[in-house]
C-alpha cells in the first residue's frame, strides 16, 4: 500500500520536473513542474470526439490501458514490503498486464484505419517485444539471490555492502531507466515533441485520440515513469526503516526524472534502423548481471 501511494505521488511531479531541467539546459525558464498534471486535468474534462471508423475497441482501448498501469503499480513493492498485491511470480503478471494494456493501444491505433498509425503501430509492437527479455533476465538474475519469484523477497533480500552488489545495482538501474524510456517513447528511442511521419512512434499511435481519452493514456505514462523509477528505488531501499526509505524513494525518483530530462537535453535521438541495436544492447547488460550472480 505504501509504494502503490508513493508512487501516484510521485507521478505528480515526475513529468514536471523533466520538462523543467530540459527548460534550464535550454536556458528557457520552463513550464512550472505541475503543468503536466494541469494539462491531464484540462483533457479529463472534455469530451472525447470519434471518427465514423473507430469501433468499440478503439473507444475501450484508453480506459483498458490507464487500467493495466494501475494493475502493475499494485504488485510493485516498498524495499521487502509487499505491495498492494503481492505473490510468487508476481514480477510475470507486472510484465503482461503492461503488455496487455500496450496490445489494446496497438490494436486500438489500427482500428482508426489508418496506414500512418498502423506504422508507429509496428514499431511500438517491435520495442516492446525487443524490450522484453532484458526486463526478465533483470529480475530473474535479482530472483537467484533471493530465491524467490515475488517482487518483495527479491529487492528485500538485495543487500548493498560489497563492490559486486553496488556494480549489480548501478548496472540493474542503468537498465531499468532504459526501459522505462523506452516503454514511454522518449528519447533517444522516440522523441514525445516530433510530428515527423517517418520517424514518429507513440505519438502517431494516438493521434485520434482526444478529450478524456488522451488525458487517461498521458495519465498513464505519468504513471508509468513514477513505477519503474519506484523498481530503480527498490534496488537501494532494501529493508530500511520506514522514514528512511521514504526520503530515499522520492530522493531516487528526483534523480530518475532528472536522468531523463538531462539525457534528452544532451543527447541525439538514434537513427530508426539503430534503435533495436540499442534495445538488444540492453539484454546484453542484464546477461551481464545474471553471469555476475550466477558466478559471484
Known sequence: MISFIL?????????????????????????VILQPMYDVLRLLRKGSV??????????????????TVVMAIAVIPFGDRGG??????????????????????????LDTGSSFEGMGASREALFSMLVEPAFFLLIGSLG?????????????????????????????????????MIENSRMPVDDPKTHL????????????????????????????????????????????AIFPAIVAFFAIEVICAVCVGITESFMARYRMSHNAQFILALTSLSLLIFFGVKFS
Open 144 to 180: 537467484l539471490i533471493s530465491g524467490s519469484t515475488s517482487f518483495a523477497d527479491i529487492f528485500g533480500a538485495f543487500h548493498l555492502g560489497s563492490s559486486s552488489s553496488y556494480a549489480f545495482a548501478l548496472i540493474a538501474a542503468f537498465v531499468l531507466l532504459m526501459i522505462c
Open 84 to 109: 498492494l498485491i503481492s505473490f510468487d511470480c508476481d514480477f510475470v503478471f507486472f510484465a503482461y498486464v503492461l503488455a496487455f494494456g500496450k496490445f489494446f493501444n496497438i490494436i486500438a491505433s
Open 197 to 240: 511521419e517517418l520517424t514518429m512512434v507513440h505519438e502517431v499511435m494516438i493521434l485520434d485520440n482526444s478529450g478524456f481519452d488522451l488525458g487517461l493514456i498521458s495519465m498513464a505514462t505519468h504513471l508509468k515513469f513514477a513505477m519503474y523509477s519506484a523498481l530503480i528505488a527498490n534496488l537501494f531501499i532494501g529493508s530500511l
Open 50 to 67: 470519434y471518427s465514423t471508423t473507430t469501433g468499440p475497441i478503439f473507444r475501450i482501448a484508453p480506459t483498458v490501458y490507464f487500467a
Open 7 to 31: 508512487i501516484i505521488i510521485s507521478s505528480i511531479f515526475f513529468s514536471g520536473i523533466i520538462a523543467r531541467v530540459k527548460s534550464k539546459a535550454q536556458g528557457r525558464k520552463g513550464p
